[in-house]
């Protein structure tokens, strides 16, 4: 939805966003915590269908959850910035 803005359930055109959804990563003796994912969600404003995204990250951010217990690895790590080739 986030790139077609057609729902892929119903083919509906109605398609609502929330910019800014956080998510509560809970923490080891049960409480959430305030830290969390910053996400995207879509829904369809006719079947109700939804989906989530992760914000883009910026770039200077390698690692989303780098502050978090959550254990992260990328599969295909972003591109190193090369220079020109010489």
Same mark, same amino acid.
Request: some cysteine; overall charge positive; glycine content about 6%.
């Given at each position: ?38 996400l995207e969600?879509?829904?369809?404003? +006719?079947?109700?269908?939804f989906e ?5 990250? !910026? =770039? &200077?951010? @390698?690692?989303?959850? +780098? ?10 790590? !972003? =591109? &190193?910035? @090369?220079g020109p080739?010489?």
């Open positions: 939805m986030k790139t077609t803005k057609q729902c892929p359930k119903c083919s509906s055109h109605v398609i609502g966003m929330f910019p800014d959804v956080r998510q509560p990563i809970a923490a080891k003796d049960g409480s959430n915590s305030t830290r969390g994912f910053h969600a879509y829904f369809c404003g +006719e079947c109700g269908y989530q995204y992760l914000q883009a990250l !910026p =770039a &200077e951010r @390698q690692t989303p959850l +780098e502050d978090t217990e959550m254990k992260f690895r990328w599969i295909r790590p !972003p =591109a &190193e910035s @090369q080739y010489r």
